[in-house]
Nanobody, 123 residues
């Protein structure tokens, strides 16, 4: 089963940038759509972005549109989430997850989950 590792979290000031990475140590991500999710304290996990297996189709939650960018590297081993203009409400644990080829809405449509990485936006 595909195993994913999310990394790159940390403490950042409001307005600052941060880049998260999602990698598969045991293989490549060629055949998988990758979604990014976050779980804020006391709230349910939400889907915030997704990229299909070929990288040509991306989608974003309204709350991050225009500030976050999802992308894949050329070697197809890593998916990134570039987060700009961060706000305190972006604070939470960020997870990546995989499903075959195409993006779908909803956590239940993703079947390989990595451990999360904490993002804290605070001055």
């Amino acid at each position: 089963q595909l195993q994913l590792v999310a990394s790159g979290g940390g403490l950042v000031q409001p307005g600052g940038p941060l880049r998260l990475s999602c990698a598969a140590p045991s293989g490549t991500l060629d055949y998988y759509a990758i979604g990014w999710f976050r779980q804020a304290p006391g709230k349910e996990r939400e889907q915030i972005s997704c990229i299909n297996n070929l990288g040509g189709i991306t989608n974003y939650a309204d709350s991050v549109t225009g500030r976050f960018t999802i992308s894949r590297d050329g070697a197809k081993t890593t998916v990134y989430l570039q987060m700009n203009s961060l706000k305190p409400e972006d604070t939470g644990v960020y997870y990546c997850a995989a499903r075959q080829r195409y993006c779908f809405e909803g956590l239940a449509n993703f079947y390989s989950w990595g451990l999360g990485t904490q993002v804290t936006v605070s001055s």
